[in-house]
C-alpha cells in the first residue's frame, strides 16, 4: 500500500522556522519527483516546491523562493521541507506529493498524496 506521511507542522511565530517531513512507503520511488502544496482556508491548493529524483534540480513558488528549501534522503524515502523566516500567510495545510513527472508545479501531475500537516504561523 502506497502511502505519503507528513509530519513536522505546528504553531510557530512569525520570523521562526519549522521542518515538515513526507516518508514515502509502499513502492519503489526512483525517478520520482517529490513536492509540497499548501491549502489555505478558503483558497485553492497551491504548489509551494518540488524536487527530483537525483535531488539535483529544485523548483520553488516565487512566494517562498529564498525562504524555503526542499531536500530529499532517497536511502530514507523521505523528502523535507525547511521553511525559515515564516509569515503569517505561510499558514496552511502543507501536503506532500509524488510524481513521475519531472519536477511538475501542477497539481494533476501527481498521483500520491499524503493526509497533510498543519502548519500555523501566528503574527
Known amino acids: 500500500q502506497v502511502q505519503l506521511v507528513e509530519s513536522g507542522g505546528g504553531l510557530v511565530q512569525a520570523g521562526g522556522s519549522l521542518r515538515l517531513s513526507c516518508a514515502a512507503s509502499g513502492r519503489t520511488w526512483s525517478g520520482y519527483s517529490m513536492g509540497w502544496f499548501r491549502q489555505a482556508p478558503g483558497k485553492e491548493r497551491e504548489f509551494v516546491a518540488v524536487v527530483e529524483w537525483s535531488r539535483s534540480f529544485t523548483s520553488y513558488a516565487d512566494s517562498v523562493k529564498g525562504r524555503f528549501t526542499i531536500f530529499r534522503d532517497n536511502a530514507k524515502n523521505t523528502v523535507y521541507l525547511q521553511m525559515n523566516s515564516l509569515k503569517p500567510e505561510d499558514t496552511a495545510v502543507y501536503y506532500c506529493?509524488?510524481?513521475?513527472?519531472?519536477?511538475?508545479?501542477?497539481?494533476?501531475?501527481?498521483?500520491?498524496w499524503g493526509q497533510g500537516t498543519q502548519v500555523t504561523v501566528s503574527s
Open positions: 506529493a509524488a510524481s513521475p513527472v519531472f519536477v511538475p508545479r501542477t497539481e494533476g501531475a501527481y498521483n500520491y
